[in-house]
């Protein structure tokens, strides 16, 4: 994505941090709210207009930057509230936003989250099956500990249990995250059948996964959006449930 040629606008991607800050700090131009860049959305302006996702925040020219959830991002494309607030950041220059913007966002925030898996998978920092899991988490080797979100209870709760052994937290109710992905989208990303249960044995991962991965759930909203909106209940009812 780019701006048109004949929109002599800044950008606003490369700057200095702040002193004291840990990322520079950016306003939604919803909420007028300012946060870290990394947890804020940018969006940028395509060759023909469209106002498209720009989540890895690469995309060359003047970016507007939101913070908002996606009901709220719904309601004000719905209301005209967004498209003032990006004509005020472009400056006039023409746009257009898509009907589907919302579901572009969520798709793109969705593909960052699976690629950073598939990353870790390839880099050996991921742990894969329930006997495997279960093994790393006693073993006090498992730094972050997923479930899909359409996995049942009784898997997430015996890995967790296992995971505060080893970590010497029983009692503290320290267990796993449902991930916004169901247990077909953590297939795909992970090239394996069946996922259900994923375990990541580096710090430094689970630091890399943990950013895309909330910047996904706080745009769903709530763990129960992203589970209901991503779960084939017709595919479930014949799911081999081995994997848990």
């Given at each position: 994505?780019?701006?048109?040629?004949?929109?002599?606008?800044?950008?606003d991607?490369?700057?200095?941090?702040?002193?004291?800050k840990s990322?520079?700090?950016?306003?939604?131009?919803?909420?007028?709210?300012?946060?870290?860049?990394?947890?804020?959305?940018?969006?940028?302006?395509?060759?023909?207009?469209?106002?498209?996702?720009?989540v890895?925040?690469?995309?060359?020219?003047?970016?507007?930057?939101?913070?908002?959830?996606?009901?709220?991002?719904?309601?004000?494309?719905?209301?005209?509230?967004?498209?003032?607030?990006?004509?005020r950041?472009?400056?006039?220059?023409?746009?257009?936003?898509?009907?589907?913007?919302?579901?572009?966002?969520?798709?793109?925030?969705?593909?960052?989250?699976?690629?950073?898996?598939?990353?870790?998978?390839?880099?050996?920092?991921?742990?894969?099956?329930?006997e495997?899991?279960?093994q790393?988490?006693?073993?006090?080797?498992?730094?972050?500990?997923?479930?899909?979100?359409?996995?049942?209870?009784?898997?997430?709760?015996?890995?967790?249990?296992?995971?505060?052994?080893?970590?010497?937290?029983e009692g503290?109710?320290?267990?796993?995250?449902?991930?916004?992905?169901?247990?077909?989208?953590?297939?795909?990303?992970l090239?394996?059948d069946?996922?259900?249960?994923?375990?990541?044995?580096?710090?430094?991962?689970?630091?890399?996964?943990?950013?895309p991965?909330?910047?996904?759930?706080h745009?769903?909203?709530?763990?129960?959006?992203?589970?209901?909106?991503?779960?084939?209940q017709?595919?479930?009812?014949?799911i081999?449930?081995?994997?848990?």
């Amino acid at each position: 994505m780019r701006i048109p040629h004949n929109e002599p606008l800044s950008s606003d991607i490369v700057d200095a941090k702040p002193a004291g800050k840990s990322s520079p700090e950016r306003k939604c131009v919803l909420t007028g709210q300012h946060d870290a860049r990394d947890e804020l959305l940018r969006l940028a302006i395509s060759p023909d207009g469209d106002v498209l996702p720009d989540v890895m925040a690469r995309a060359p020219g003047r970016g507007a930057w939101i913070g908002v959830e996606r009901q709220a991002l719904e309601k004000a494309i719905a209301n005209g509230k967004l498209k003032g607030a990006l004509a005020r950041a472009f400056k006039g220059a023409p746009l257009s936003i898509p009907a589907d913007l919302p579901h572009r966002i969520e798709q793109a925030l969705r593909r960052l989250v699976t690629d950073r898996l598939g990353i870790e998978l390839r880099a050996g920092n991921v742990l894969l099956g329930t006997e495997k899991i279960a093994q790393g988490c006693r073993a006090g080797a498992v730094t972050f500990l997923g479930h899909a979100c359409d996995a049942g209870s009784d898997g997430p709760n015996k890995l967790a249990q296992a995971w505060r052994v080893g970590e010497g937290a029983e009692g503290t109710g320290k267990k796993g995250t449902i991930l916004p992905l169901d247990r077909a989208a953590l297939s795909v990303a992970l090239g394996r059948d069946n996922v259900v249960h994923l375990a990541l044995t580096d710090s430094a991962a689970a630091a890399r996964l943990e950013a895309p991965l909330q910047r996904l759930i706080h745009f769903l909203g709530n763990g129960t959006e992203a589970a209901e909106s991503h779960t084939d209940q017709a595919a479930n009812d014949d799911i081999d449930t081995k994997g848990e």
